[in-house]
């Protein structure tokens, strides 16, 4: 079995008297440690399968298998654990706590696993050991997108989810954030899930998964991934 496994996965949701279909019928498959794009225009269900890959949302019906556990089937409080232990979240809104310097941001993630990385490491990693003790306000949306990913990346995780991670972003910065996001996979193994509406950015990934219409329209691989530096989109 894959590392991740979708079988048949469908969301609803209600709005008065109508059902809204968030996904319908997905199936993918994606491995251990490759960078995956989610491809699709803005309602074609991508955030949706992202928050349920994160046990932030459950399925109505299918399968999602990580790591040979069926996610689906778990319970309001093994969900808790997985989020914790095994997932990282990026969001196009850096989601940062305001009166904590950048440091102290990502040494949030101390609290929630007992073996996190070091906060000074992980922001030197990114570019922003220089920028420890500063606030958000102080930072650019570049640094503090790249806060938010050491804050991610600090609590190890075994799959690390970006939401538009580039989206409000200028050209040189998310390449700088790509950059960081392909290294996670490349070198620390990690499985990289990105999601967007940029079909510029296929070239990058392992699996290419297009969605439209809640549906999952084709899956892609990529032989031979393009790097960061030579990407124009």
């Known amino acids: 079995m894959s590392y991740i496994q979708v079988i048949n996965s469908s969301k609803y949701y209600q709005m008065g008297d109508a059902t809204i279909v968030a996904n319908d019928g997905v199936s993918f498959e994606i491995e251990q440690g490759e960078l995956v794009i989610i491809l699709g225009s803005s309602g074609a269900g991508k955030s949706t399968l992202l928050n349920i890959l994160g046990g932030m949302d459950s399925n109505d019906e299918g399968e999602v298998w990580v790591d040979g556990v069926d996610i689906a089937k778990l319970s309001s409080h093994e969900l808790t654990n997985y989020r914790r232990d095994d997932v990282g979240f990026v969001f196009q809104f850096y989601n940062l706590v305001a009166n904590l310097t950048a440091k102290e941001n990502v040494e949030l993630a101390a609290?929630?696993?007992?073996?996190?990385?070091?906060?000074?490491?992980?922001?030197?990693?990114?570019?922003?050991?220089?920028?420890?003790?500063?606030?958000p306000a102080q930072l650019s949306g570049g640094e503090q997108q790249r806060v938010a990913i050491a804050r991610a990346v600090a609590k190890k995780p075994k799959i690390l989810l970006c939401d538009e991670p580039t989206g409000a972003l200028d050209y040189q910065?998310?390449?700088?954030?790509?950059?960081?996001?392909?290294?996670?996979?490349?070198?620390?193994?990690?499985?990289?899930?990105?999601?967007?509406h940029n079909s510029s950015l296929a070239p990058i990934a392992d699996r290419v998964i297009r969605m439209r219409d809640a549906r999952v329209h084709s899956v892609e691989l990529n032989a031979e991934p393009q790097d960061i530096a030579s990407l124009e989109y």
């Not at 609290?111 to 606030?135: P, S, T």
């Not at 910065?173 to 967007?196: E, F, H, N, P, Y």
């Open 111 to 135: 609290e929630i696993v007992k073996d996190a990385l070091d906060a000074e490491e992980v922001l030197e990693q990114v570019g922003l050991g220089h920028r420890i003790n500063n606030f």
């Open 173 to 196: 910065t998310g390449k700088q954030v790509l950059q960081i996001l392909q290294d996670m996979s490349r070198k620390q193994g990690a499985t990289v899930i990105i999601v967007t």
